[in-house]
């Protein structure tokens, strides 16, 4: 194996323009294909984080005192899909606000009276399904004492479909830069073929079977292809370091986002399938030549 | 794939057939023969009803003048033109049944010089040479062995990571002579295998070929310079004018 690929590597040296414009050329395909996966990765791990799954904090009338509480709690929990209901005094939601606004903690020292609201903080099985959490909440709502109930409503369920839509057209662009990073593997076998076009004629009559002249175009594209596919990733690794430190510099203080790179395993197929569609190229540009 | 090998291969004639004593029956023997061979171009015949027989262990001169139809006889022979007309057995094989497949096989038994010598250009002269042995599927160790074997025979051992179009013309026609020995071929065919170069080039290419000769390989060499050549070889001479056969005669030194 190591013997035919140094005579590829070899041979990919002596047509060195050809390969590296095919090199670079799939790498940005590859590229814009990883960079669309980044971002539905980062961007599904920062929605888990916003998504309130089956949460919703449902907030009380002024009137309501603790009392109450058995009450409203056995009447939340008949509405059913109801997991766990935790009381939040509205002492305790002001010490937790004071809390996550530490560099404005001073001004809450200026309130005479907490405005905050006794609240509580249901959760339920319903995970995912978020119309379900909606009909919940709504039950909630039309509850005594209870002022208004927070779910992520109108903004989560908008950041959904536009999600939905940018993977749909992710997904569609992924596909399309595949194909090119395909076709232009493709082509340049045709090239490569026809610059050696005598090469192969003389090997063709010394012997060679369509196999033994076959390999090595095989061996160059899946080489093509896993080069192009290492330059894209490294490409994106480093756009990827400047931008993430860029945006923890300049967000880090307001929200939480936890960016990462491409998953091990996500890298692993990347890699894979840029090697495939170099060696599905080949494949398909010799069965034509070659039949 | 090894079945295809097998059913092509025939065994290695081993003696020397001594071209005078040839008679009818050793005829009924022959490695390579053509019935009514015709090759058209087109509108134009580059050769018309040849009709021959080679025995095992000959040595045949192709002799005419240019355009005579001795290059195209060579390439019917190892298919790489097919013939318009007739038939061609080799070894009791009927070329015009070879399947795509099998072809490979069949040309592996042939040593083909070129007239253009056909080098890849960007391949050292030791690749160029081991090309042929490595299309056979030959083990690495016994593939330098043999090249650098048939190398030092055809002196071109120090030039063995040379590449070829730094060669003299008379080097590369013995890298030729190098590739088309090395596998052990049963049949050279070779066209016009001194034609461009010195006497004393020539004469190192024919003692080349000799050696295999005395060993049993039958050998076609196509020329139209043939004085020198059958000064050193006893064979027999066929002579082609416009696509036809005129004389097959032996001669003897």
Same mark, same amino acid.
């Given at each position: 194996m190591i013997r035919p690929l140094k005579k590829v590597l070899t041979d990919m040296g002596a047509h060195r323009f050809l390969n590296l414009i095919t090199i670079a050329t799939i790498s940005l395909s590859i590229l814009v294909v990883a960079l669309f996966l980044l971002v539905f990765e980062n961007a599904g791990r920062v929605m888990e984080t916003w998504d309130p799954g089956g949460r919703a904090m449902v907030y009380l009338v002024p009137e309501f005192s603790e009392a109450m509480l058995p009450d409203l709690t056995a009447e939340i929990d008949r509405l059913g899909d109801v997991t766990e209901i935790t009381f939040i005094p509205k002492s305790q939601a002001l010490a937790r606000l004071k809390k996550e606004m530490a560099l404005d903690a001073q001004f809450f020292d200026t309130l005479k009276e907490n405005p905050l609201p006794h609240a509580l903080d249901v959760r339920m099985n319903t995970r995912g399904d978020f119309e379900r959490v909606a009909e919940v909440a709504q039950k909630i709502q039309a509850l005594d004492m209870v002022e208004s109930v927070e779910y992520g409503q109108g903004w989560l369920a908008r950041f959904l479909e536009f999600l939905r839509l940018f993977r749909l057209t992710g997904y569609i662009l992924c596909l399309l830069f595949s194909l090119i990073a395909f076709f232009i593997t493709a082509i340049t076998v045709r090239l490569v073929f026809h610059t050696r076009q005598s090469e192969i004629e003389i090997m063709r009559l010394v012997g060679a079977t369509n196999g033994f002249i076959k390999i090595p175009f095989y061996l160059t594209g899946m080489v093509q292809g896993f080069a192009g596919g290492v330059l894209g990733l490294l490409i994106l690794f480093t756009a990827y370091l400047t931008v993430s430190s860029g945006i923890s510099r300049s967000l880090g203080s307001y929200v939480y986002l936890d960016l990462r790179f491409l998953s091990a395993g996500l890298t692993g197929l990347i890699l894979g399938a840029s090697t495939f569609l170099g060696w599905f190229g080949c494949y398909l540009s010799l069965k034509q030549i070659l039949k | 794939m090894k079945r295809a090998e097998k059913d092509v291969r025939c065994s290695r004639p081993h003696r020397v057939l001594p071209t005078m004593e040839m008679n009818l029956d050793t005829r009924k023997n022959a490695i390579i023969r053509l019935f009514n061979v015709t090759k058209r171009y087109g509108a134009k015949l580059a050769l018309r009803n040849v009709s021959l027989e080679i025995l095992p262990g000959e040595f045949v001169f192709i002799s005419g003048p240019s355009g005579a139809g001795k290059s195209t006889l060579l390439k019917v022979l190892y298919l790489a033109e097919k013939v318009s007309d007739g038939q061609i057995l080799i070894d009791g094989m009927n070329l015009a049944r070879v399947s795509a497949s099998s072809l490979p096989f069949l040309r592996r038994r042939f040593g083909m010089i070129f007239q253009d010598f056909k080098l890849i250009p960007t391949r050292t002269v030791f690749d160029n040479v081991a090309l042929v042995l490595e299309v056979a599927g030959k083990k690495p160790s016994f593939i330098r062995r043999k090249v650098m074997h048939v190398l030092r025979i055809t002196g071109m051992e120090t030039k =063995?990571? =040379? *590449? /070829? /179009?730094? *060669?003299s013309g008379g080097e590369q026609q013995r890298v030729a002579v190098a590739r088309a020995v090395v596998g052990d071929p049963e049949i050279i065919l070779a066209d016009e295998p001194t034609g461009s170069l010195d006497q004393a080039s020539a004469r190192r290419v024919l003692e080349i070929l000799l050696a295999y000769h005395k060993k049993g390989v039958t050998i076609l060499v196509a020329s139209h310079h043939l004085q020198q050549l059958q000064t050193m070889v006893r064979g027999r001479t066929v002579v082609l004018e416009k696509g036809e056969l005129r004389m097959s005669a032996l001669k003897c030194l």
């Open positions: - | =063995a990571h =040379a *590449l /070829p /179009p730094t *060669l």
